[in-house]
């Protein structure tokens, strides 16, 4: 039997109401997979920047109880269950010293700090906020979309659980992990969400890894704090008679075209790479046409090359720009 929201009920799991259109457009699921693997796409391929601030203004502060008053009931009621072994584990003085860090991040950043808080304590979770403090903006930005996700993951499992009639033919994996996500247990780590099955000993869920190209990236204009859209993106692999480029020694058709794009209106380039479970390990390099988008700016294109191990070829590997006519910086985001 497929399963379906509207979009109140989807809004309570993110509070971003274009996101919650389009889940609703995308409806029914057959499954909690289904449902999550959707959510995956829409929420990093689909909305734009505004679109996840507006669900990130959903959440109340970390130590507090209360929600704005654009949340839902029901996301107020899940926002206090999801902080509550964090409220449990608090004292006086350290929810003065959380409360205090909260306004130096929002100061900072321009949003309230969000982390995925079931389980964690009010200490794990202070120490998370300092550590996260330091980042450059781009790159916070970046972890409060993810930490998002994970939420939404476990809010779409507390919605399919409320269903009363699930019928009995409904795939049992799913009502578990259902019910793990009721007693936040579930562990969401990268692109996996995976539950132990009590009735199905060593069996278990695994959404498939990607719902997305394992290598994206988005362009920022800090020159006009938007994102630039129509430049165009190369991504190159390397494939020299050496194991890697070395610096200042030419190799001619060394590098290997994977894939081109052109940002669109959010900077977020269009896909570059299949979508794979494993990406091959090797030299990458992704190169802008800056020269192009800003004929005055100062750099005619810009390049950027990074390497991908063994061990990381099932993870995701975000590079984006922050461009201005006179400078540039990046970072890699897995």
């Not at 379906?4 to 457009?25: I, N, P, Q, T």
């Not at 950043?109 to 996260?132: H, N, P, Q, Y």
């Not at 480029?245 to 209106?265: E, K, L, M, N, R």
Request: aromatic share 8%; hydrophobic share 35%.
């Amino acid at each position: 039997m497929e399963l379906s929201f509207d979009e109140k009920d989807y809004a309570s799991c993110c509070g971003s109401s274009r996101f919650a259109k389009e889940m609703v457009l995308a409806s029914p699921f057959s499954s909690l997979q289904q449902s999550i693997s959707v959510a995956r796409d829409i929420w990093f391929n689909k909305i734009d920047v505004n679109a996840w601030l507006q669900a990130f203004s959903a959440h109340p502060q970390i130590g507090q109880t209360h929600s704005p008053s654009l949340a839902s009931q029901t996301s107020a009621q899940w926002s206090k269950g999801e902080q509550s072994t964090a409220l449990a584990t608090a004292t006086g003085s350290s929810l003065q010293e959380l409360s205090e860090w909260n306004a130096q991040y929002r100061d900072k950043f321009g949003f309230v700090f969000l982390i995925c808080a079931s389980g964690k304590s009010t200490d794990e979770i202070l120490a998370e906020l300092k550590k996260r403090y330091t980042n450059r903006p781009i790159v916070e930005f970046e972890i409060a979309a993810q930490e998002q996700m994970k939420i939404t993951e476990l809010r779409l499992a507390k919605l399919f659980s409320s269903k009363e009639n699930i019928p009995s033919t409904t795939d049992k994996d799913s009502i578990v992990v259902a019910k793990k996500a009721e007693e936040d247990r579930i562990s969401i780590i990268g692109g996996h969400v995976t539950a132990d099955s009590a009735n199905s000993p060593g069996k278990s869920i695994q959404l498939p890894s990607r719902t997305r190209p394992p290598i994206t990236t988005h362009v920022l204009d800090v020159s006009r704090g938007a994102p630039a859209a129509g430049i165009e993106v190369l991504l190159e692999a390397w494939r020299g008679t050496q194991p890697r480029p070395t610096f200042g020694v030419a190799d001619s058709g060394s590098w290997i075209v994977q894939g081109s794009s052109t940002t669109d209106s959010d900077g977020r380039s269009g896909q570059l790479l299949s979508i794979v479970d494993d990406v091959n390990p090797g030299i990458y390099r992704i190169s802008f046409n800056t020269g192009k988008y800003n004929p005055k700016g100062f750099f005619p294109c810009v390049s950027i090359v990074f390497e991908i191990l063994e061990s990381q070829k099932k993870q995701h590997f975000h590079v984006p720009l922050l461009l201005s006519p006179f400078s540039f910086s990046t970072y890699r985001g897995s």
